[in-house]
């Protein structure tokens, strides 16, 4: 069964700095997508970013991107400039690409201060 | 907006009770998920349907249960609760572009 891990469970960064959170998962599939969102204190689940396995190029989304490593299966999450309002709990989360199992795994959070 | 909606928002009852949670996907989605997540938690993953057939199950209690309709809104059931059944409890659907769009979920409180 895939998991994904988190073992991170709160860090710490000063306002304009740049933060990375760590993500590892288990999987024997060579196809998946993985991604990573965000609970602000609304607790609304909000897309970051996606990273499909097949894709050797990193995505980025503004000061967003993540370090995908296929091979040693992390996936982390780099946050530039941070800004008070990326204050929240992240999710790191894998979903297989067949069809027959879409079942989304989440790990257990990162809970992300920023520092003014 | 992610374009799921999920009713009611907030809803505080009394143990031993039962209650409905109500979802509907965003329009062409066929996929719906119900996660569950406590106080400071993770997100655990409930049920799953797919075109009104149950597609896969995860920690869910057998006193929850779940279906979906027709019109692809589905409903979560949710009886004798206890009050470590206080949870956020999350919708969410997708399409097959690979990521879950979630609802605002509904808040539950039991006294």
């Known amino acids: 069964a895939q998991t994904v891990t988190q073992s991170q469970p709160e860090m710490s960064v000063q306002e304009a700095e740049t933060v990375t959170l760590s993500c590892t998962y288990d999987?024997?599939?060579?196809?998946?997508?993985l991604f990573w969102y965000k609970q602000p204190p609304s607790r609304q689940m909000i897309l970051v970013i996606r990273q499909e396995a097949y894709k050797q190029q990193n995505a980025t989304e503004n000061r967003f991107s993540v370090n995908f490593q296929k091979a040693a299966k992390s996936f982390s999450l780099k946050i530039s400039d941070s800004q008070l309002g990326d204050a929240a709990m992240y999710f790191c989360?894998?979903?297989?690409?067949?069809?027959?199992?879409?079942?989304?795994?989440f790990g257990k959070g990162t809970r992300l201060h920023i520092l003014p | 907006d992610s374009g799921v909606t999920q009713t009611p928002k907030h809803l505080i009852t009394a143990t031993g009770q039962r209650v409905t949670l109500r979802c509907s996907p965003r329009?062409?989605?066929?996929?719906v998920y119900w996660y569950q997540q406590s106080l400071d938690q993770g997100l655990q993953f409930l049920i799953q349907y797919y075109n009104g057939e149950e597609r896969a199950k995860g920690n869910i209690l057998e006193r929850f249960s779940a279906q979906q309709f027709p019109d692809l809104h589905s409903e979560l059931n949710l009886s004798s609760l206890e009050l470590g059944d206080s949870a956020l409890y999350f919708c969410a659907s997708h399409r097959g572009t690979g990521e879950l769009f979630f609802g605002e979920g509904s808040r539950l409180t039991v006294l």
């Open positions: 329009s062409g989605d066929l996929s």
């Open positions: 999987t024997s599939e060579s196809d998946y997508y």
């Open positions: 989360a894998y979903r297989s690409a067949w069809e027959g199992d879409d079942k989304i795994i």
